[in-house]
Structures are given as C-alpha cells and as structure tokens.
C-alpha cells in the first residue's frame, strides 16, 4: 500500500539528548492522525523531520513516496503546515495573506477565489478585506486551513492548532479538518487536546520521550479510556 | 515567488506608521539637505566669481608699474566648487577657499569655511552626504532587522518555507522589497538634487558632470544594498529580533564612527606631517642658498650665472649683454625658490596621502569608507581635488611671475628701477581659469574605496547567502 505520510526508524539526536527514538509510522490519504504527548515528547521534532526543516540522525521520512531529506523542496508540493499559533503577516489583509502564500505554491487566484476559500474556512466575509492584525488567534487558524485548501495539499501537518482557541472556535476548526479528510486530505496532528483527538482522529498514537509508545484506532476508545491509557503513559496518578 | 514577498515587504511597510514616520524625517532630512547645499553652493560660487572677476579686472587694469612690482601686486586664484559638491561638502569647508599668488612666494590657500566660522562647524554639517552616509544605513537597519527574526518569532517563515520557497529566496525577495522602500525615502532626494542640478542655471553643466553624479548615485546604491543586505543576513543568523538589532546597531557603530576614527589617528601617528613653522623655517633656509632675485649680485652663485652668460653672449660686462640681468637673475631666483617650496610642498602631499591611504584600505573593512571616500571624490571636494587645485594655482604663480621677469629681462635695460609699463602690459597675460578634472582622474584616485565597495558587496551577497542556507529554523 502507498502511504502518503511515513516515517522509516526516524531518529533525531541532537548533542545531549534524542529527541526521536526510531519512528515508524504510515499515514493513508484521508486519515487523521492525532499524536498526543507532553511538550518535549518529540512531537514538534516529527513535524520539523516532515518538512524537511532539520535532518535526521538516521533513518528517513517520506511524503507521497519521496524521501524528504534528499527532496526538501518537492515534498513541499504536497504539504501544508499549520503551527500552534498562526500568526500570519499583520500589515496585510487576510485576503493579501491567502493571495501570498497562495502565489508562493504557485496558485495565482482571483479575489473572488480567494474569497471563497477564506469563507469555506469558516471566516466572515467581512473580514476578510481587515488586517489580519485584529483578527483573533481563532480567525488566524481558519486563514492558516484557507491556506492550506488553497494549496491543494496531500498532507496537512498540524502543531498543536486547538491551543488556545475558544471551545466554538476549536469545534469549527474540527469540523474543517474532517470536510478535508473526507476530501482524501492526509491530517497529522500534535496535540494536547484528548478530547479533540478522539472526535477527529482515525488514530491516535501517544508518544513519550521521544518514542511513540501507542497507537490505537479512535473508534476503539472512548474519551475516558483514551485519557485513562494517556495518563497511564505519563505515569501520571489517576 | 521572490516577487510575491517582495510585493508583501514593500506593502507590509508602507503600513507601518513608525517606520513612515521615522522614513519621512529622513526624507525630510534630505530635502532640507539638498536645499541647503545648493543655497550654500549658490552663495559661495557666486562669492568666488564676484571675486576672481574682482581681482582679474584689478590685475588687468591696474595702474602703470614696473614689471617686477606688478609680480609682487600678483593676483588671486579662487577655487570654483565643484557642481556635485553641493551634495558632499567633503573637505572644501576646512581647506582654503583662494591662494594669493605672488613672485618668489608659494602660498597655500587660505579663507576656508571652518576659519571663518563658530566652532560649531567642527560638529559636522547637514549635508545629503551625511544623510546618505550615516542616517540612511540606520533606517536600513531600523527597516531589516526583523526581517528574519520577526517571521521566526511569529512562526511564520516555517509557513513561508513549507510553501516551497527556498530560504535564498525568502532573503532576496526581503532585500528586493527593501530595497523597493530605501528607494521610496531617496528617490526624491536624488531626483530633487538631479533636477536642480541639470534643470537651473548656474552649474557648469557638461557630460563629466552627469558622469560624476552617476558614479556619485551610483556608489550610494551599492551602499544602501550592502546595508540592506548585510541586516537581513544579521537577521537570518540570530532567534530575536533584540539581539539582530543590537548587533546591527553595533556594526553601525563600528562602521560610521569607531573604525573611521581610528583610521584617521593611525594614519596621522604613523606619519606624522612637520608643523608650519618648521616646514617654513626649512623652505627658507634652502631658498637662501639660492640665487636672490632681490640680492645685490656679489654672492658666487649670482656671479657664476653671469659668467654663464658672458660666455653665452660673448661680452665681458652687464652692460653689454643684450638682455636685463636684473629679469634673468629675478628669473632663476624664483626657479629655484619655487624648486625649493615645491618638493616640500610634494613631501607634505605625500604625508597626507600615505595618511588618506590608511582610510583608504581601511574602506575593506567598512563599506561607509568606500562610499565617503568615493563620493567625495565625485563630489570633487576630497584632498586630491584641494592638491590639483593648488599645483593648478601654483603652475599660473610661476608662469605670471616668469612671465614678468622676462618682460623686464627683454623690454627694461639692466639697473632701470624707474620705468613703468602700462596696463595693457598685465592685459597680455590670461587670468587664471580652473578646470576641475575629469571623473575618470577622480574615480582612479579612489580605485582602492571603489575594488572595496564592491568587494563588499560581493562578499554580503555570496557569503552572506551561504550563512543564510545554513539558518536554523527550527
């Protein structure tokens, strides 16, 4: 089977500690994958390994069957990334910001285009000819998913994109990321967020110090079990 | 792709109400700069025009005298300024402005701005040079120094790099569209200066001025883009925008103020010039042992050029030779005094240039340098343009005076201290006319600011690019 997302034994060492003991995953097109873990878990390192931004120690990581370190700029082709908090460039409208990122995928859409992206992403018309400096940290995830639709991506990677946002916010930005996956959209998704990861994950895979020491499909589990086996992996006291 | 962030830097500051604010001071600046150079230019020509038409009418008209006093009367040279020099005052305000040029004598020029002002002139002026020089580069950097950082800090270069774009192209999109904002804040300055420069009256206006203001444009193009690019490297190398800025600032200092300084006092402790009075003491000890013009003729230098000429003319007495020996004897007088105050005056020259040298290499440590060195030297207001001035001057001194001592040589007989030639005598000899040399002698003269600055700028775009490629990003 061809995987969209895999990693092969990856392995990240920096100086005085591993930061990624040998993963090994496959992600489907259309999956969401949710990766649960405490900060430092490696989570954040996984996601840099996808996109190319720092080299493994060993083994690789692949993106629509190329590896990524030999094809950095390729695999950019079928990826998108959201980080936790997507600032965006706050002198430009939320329009010019889609119109941007968008040209620099080499997608050179029209304003009712890029309109219409912006809105299917959940933001009010209104808003999207205001600086994107008095949008709210929620406004900012639904430009940063626009952008990602916009460019037609294979693969999404996410950092942590619920932190912070309003539980309304963090259900439209569910509700996003699922019309994707059913699209055929491949979802990896760093998280915090328990609850979040069972509502949208096709699985959800736990890692601790740099190991991923689980990975259960999220129809298995309910909420409680799925914090119940989080907790139990963070030796955390019931 | 390096268009699209080119477009959203240009835009993205246009919108910044601080760095508009901070742009149009500088602009401002500017302007007010241009306008009072060329105000400052206009009345300092128009001073020395008044003045060398003043003085060649009074030589030219000047009452029935005999030869030898009319070389003592002499006459002014005044130093035109130079065009361009309204935009770089260089040094024209501490070196004189007009050199009194005299029989026997060679006087250096005197009535310089700095000697005829309070002593706030030593705190420098506002000129456009000055601007361009020093308040551009901060703005440059006030502009740049988040040009990396602050996409790091907000998470937004990974989302730029996950686009597909390089980041090679991420730092020249930043330095084109920076670049696109420098040139919003100059760009008036330079058209304004342009437009007054070839669009009024008043300015020797020819095709080696407009060479001269291309290469003087120029140069402060190659600048700004050293600066512009050298800030958005510094960026690149550091997480913060704090630490990009205090690093940048501190280069700034180097640059502008420290290393500038420091060139100055080493050049002037490893040579060191002879004072006035010491230089003056030793000129006049080496024109005695020459033949005096004014002597009485029995010293045996004096007595052996006029057995030269006995044996020449084949005579045996003054009286017979068929030329004034007064004239010759003033004549070889004033050859070997001028002999005499030309090699020292060489030697003093070479003083100061092995001292300007050491400014000069020091331009491959610092771009500011380069570009002060160059643009003065198109402005026509650097040390060589002073020296060419003065050997000019001293060239029409010698030819004035010799010209004189061969008309009492050939037109008054030997002893005669009465006669008196009339005015249309002195009309016989052209007045003093400078010609401000050409770009290509000036540009020669500064190749060492002209191979660094572009030295530079090689070395900010091919090393700087390859620091760039290895930028943490995450």
Redesign the interface.
């Known amino acids: 089977m061809e995987y969209i997302l895999e990693a092969k034994q990856l392995r990240k060492e920096y100086q005085d500690k591993v930061a990624l003991k040998g993963l090994d995953l496959q992600i489907s097109a259309g999956e969401i994958f949710c990766l649960l873990g405490q900060n430092g878990a490696g989570k954040?390192t996984t996601i840099?390994l996808f996109?190319g931004?720092?080299q493994p120690s060993s083994g690789a990581a692949y993106i629509n069957g190329y590896e990524v370190a030999s094809n950095v700029?390729q695999v950019?082709?079928y990826?998108?990334?959201?980080?936790?908090?997507?600032?965006?460039?706050p002198?430009?409208t939320g329009m010019?910001n889609l119109a941007?990122?968008s040209?620099?995928?080499?997608f050179d859409y029209s304003k009712e285009e890029l309109m219409h992206y912006l809105v299917q992403a959940g933001l009010p018309a209104d808003a999207v000819s205001r600086?994107v400096g008095g949008y709210s940290k929620g406004m900012r995830q639904k430009v940063?998913i626009a952008?990602a639709v916009a460019?037609h991506a294979k693969v999404l990677?996410l950092d942590e994109p619920t932190s912070g946002l309003d539980p309304k916010a963090s259900n439209e930005f569910s509700e996003l990321l699922l019309n994707l996956s059913q699209q055929g959209t491949a979802i990896f998704m760093a998280t915090h967020d328990i609850f979040r990861s069972k509502e949208v994950g096709t699985r959800i895979g736990i890692m601790r110090e740099g190991e991923l020491v689980d990975v259960q499909p999220a129809a298995n589990l309910n909420a409680n079990e799925l914090e119940n086996l989080y907790l139990n992996y963070m030796h955390v006291a019931r | 792709m390096i268009k699209s962030i080119a477009k959203k830097e240009f835009i993205s500051t246009l919108r910044d109400r601080r760095f508009m604010a901070l742009s149009i001071i500088v602009l401002l600046l500017l302007l007010a700069a241009t306008v009072v150079g060329l105000h400052s230019y206009n009345t300092l020509q128009a001073e020395r025009d008044a003045a060398q038409q003043t003085v060649n009418d009074q030589f030219a008209n000047s009452e029935d005298r005999h030869p030898h006093r009319m070389a003592h009367y002499g006459s002014y040279a005044f130093r035109p300024k130079s065009s361009i020099s309204f935009l770089d005052f260089g040094m024209d305000s501490y070196t004189g402005a007009s050199v009194f040029m005299e029989a026997h004598k060679q006087n250096s020029a005197n009535f310089s701005q700095a000697q005829q002002s309070s002593s706030l002139i030593r705190f420098g002026e506002m000129t456009v040079a000055f601007v361009l020089q020093m308040l551009i580069p901060l703005l440059i950097i006030f502009l740049c120094f988040g040009a990396f950082t602050q996409e790091k800090e907000t998470g937004t270069l990974k989302i730029l790099l996950s686009q597909g774009v390089s980041l090679r192209q991420v730092a020249w999109a930043k330095v084109a569209g920076y670049s696109k904002v420098v040139a919003l804040v100059v760009a008036p300055a330079m058209l304004l200066a342009s437009a007054l420069l070839f669009g009024k009256g008043g300015f020797d206006l020819s095709g080696d001025v407009l060479v001269r203001l291309l290469l003087f444009i120029g140069s402060y193009l190659v600048y700004f883009f050293i600066f512009i690019v050298l800030s958005v490297v510094v960026s690149a190398l550091h997480q913060r925008s704090s630490t990009a800025l205090v690093m940048l600032l501190g280069i700034w200092i180097l640059c502008c103020v420290i290393i500038p300084k420091a060139s100055a006092n080493l050049g002037a402790t490893l040579y060191t010039t002879p004072t006035k009075a010491q230089m003056d003491a030793d000129v006049h000890e080496e024109v005695a042992k020459g033949i005096d013009g004014h002597g009485s003729g029995q010293d045996e230098r004096t007595e052996a050029l006029k057995q030269e000429l006995f044996k020449k003319y084949k005579v045996s007495s003054i009286e017979k030779l068929p030329v004034n020996f007064d004239g010759i004897r003033m004549a070889a007088g004033e050859e070997h005094s001028t002999q005499v105050y030309q090699e020292h005056f060489d030697e003093l020259t070479d003083i100061f240039r092995k001292q300007n040298r050491i400014s000069e290499y020091a331009s491959f440590l610092n771009p500011y340098l380069a570009v002060r060195h160059l643009s003065m030297g198109m402005a026509g207001a650097d040390f060589d343009h002073y020296v060419h001035f003065q050997n000019e001057a001293e060239q029409y001194r010698y030819n004035l005076a010799q010209g004189l001592n061969n008309i009492q040589t050939t037109r008054l007989k030997y002893g005669d201290k009465e006669t008196r030639l009339s005015s249309d005598t002195w009309k016989e000899f052209q007045p003093f006319v400078y010609e401000t040399p050409q770009a290509g002698w000036a540009l020669t003269n500064h190749i060492v600011s002209f191979i660094a600055l572009f030295m530079w700028l090689a070395l900010v775009s091919l090393v700087g690019m390859q620091l760039i490629d290895k930028t943490k990003i995450a």
């Open positions: 954040s840099n996109l931004f720092i700029t950019k082709e990826l998108a990334y959201i980080p936790e908090n997507v600032m965006l460039y002198n430009l010019e941007l990122f040209s620099l995928a080499g600086r940063g952008i460019k990677l």
